[in-house]
């Protein structure tokens, strides 16, 4: 079983930064046999894709729209992964969710509850 807890989402302006945190408890393998995620689903759209990160840190990928802005990192020692945020713009706006998936499978099937990020102008 895999729990996983998202923190830091709040409210800033429209160019200012964010660093979203992801605490992973699994009572079975180690957090860094997880491909980790971060997903975000604004009102009224699809949940999308934001960035991923192999489980030993070496690899990432990102979505278009936030690449050069958003950094994703991870602290195996720590169990967390991490979603750095700068520039951000009004449709940044989306409820961000945290995912793993074991080994790099396809399907992420543990996620979190969700942190709501909300840009103002």
């Known amino acids: 079983q895999v729990q996983l807890v998202e923190s830091g989402g709040g409210l800033v302006q429209a160019g200012g930064s964010l660093r979203l945190s992801c605490a992973c408890a699994?009572?079975?393998?180690?957090?860094?046999?997880?491909?980790m995620a971060w997903f975000r689903q604004a009102p009224g759209k699809e949940r999308e894709f934001v960035a991923r990160?192999?489980?030993?840190?070496?690899?990432?990928y990102y979505a278009y729209s936030v690449k050069a802005r958003f950094t994703i990192s991870r602290d195996n020692v720590k169990n967390t992964v991490y979603l750095q945020m700068n520039s951000l713009k009004r449709e940044d706006t989306a409820v961000y969710y945290c995912?793993?998936?074991?080994?790099?499978?396809?399907?992420?099937?543990?996620w979190g509850q969700g942190t709501q990020v909300t840009v103002s102008s």
């Open positions: 995912a793993a998936t074991y080994q790099g499978g396809a399907v992420y099937g543990y």
């Open positions: 990160i192999s489980g030993s840190g070496s690899s990432t």
């Open positions: 699994s009572s079975r393998r180690t957090f860094s046999s997880y491909t």
